[in-house]
């Protein structure tokens, strides 16, 4: 060939069909893999659970009177986090099923409210705003006072007069 020549683009190659898939082999690897990973999940906590006693045995007086130090802060920390926390779910549950909700959170003992993990009990959130929606006006929770303005909710018993009022009354 010429140095003007060229040569022809060589084609991609011809994609190879794909080959069946046995969808049972591979959910078999995929649980097999993840026994091996909780299994090896459960070997580190072990691990980190043993260390940290060595840690603690190894530790001064003082050191151990710092970390429970540290510890009980924590503790109280969270719960103080926790109690705001319920707080703020307690308002959002009864926004709109009361006029004032923040006058009732601070009535509230709101530790009733948080787990002994130090989590959000939202089933007992739950069930105060459901207590508060059978009280409440907005959701026919108490008695109507017939007070003010009323229009009518049934129609008249002779419906044709009705029914002439009503396109009269368009036109």
């Known amino acids: 060939m010429s140095e003007t020549e060229t040569e022809p ?8 069909p794909e080959a069946e898939t046995d969808w049972q082999a591979e ?3 995929w ?5 091996r ?3 090896q999940a459960r070997k580190n906590k072990d691990a980190v ?8 045995s190894s530790m001064t007086e003082q050191e151990k009177a710092v970390a429970e ?10 719960a103080e986090t926790a109690t705001r926390l319920a707080a703020a779910e307690v308002k959002a549950a009864l926004t709109g099923v009361v006029d004032n909700p923040d006058s009732i ?4 003992n709101l530790s009733r409210y948080v787990t002994d993990d130090g989590d959000v009990d939202t089933k007992a959130i739950k069930a105060l705003a459901e207590r508060y929606a059978k009280l409440s006006p907005a959701t026919g929770g108490t008695a109507d006072l017939k007070q003010g303005a009323r229009t009518p909710s049934t129609p008249p018993a002779d419906g044709n007069a009705w029914l002439r009022d009503k396109v009269t009354s368009r036109q």
Do not use: G, I, N, Y
């Not at 649980?31 to 026994?35: A, Q, T």
């Not at 959170?105 to 509230?108: R, T």
């Open 49 to 56: 659970t043993e260390l940290e006693e060595l840690r603690k």
């Open 37 to 39: 990973t909780e299994e």
């Open 9 to 16: 683009p060589v084609p991609p190659p011809a994609p190879e």
């Open 31 to 35: 649980k097999e893999m993840s026994r």
């Open 105 to 108: 959170v601070e009535d509230l």
């Open 69 to 78: 130090a540290v510890a009980e802060a924590r503790k109280e920390m969270q």
């Open 27 to 29: 959910a078999e690897k």
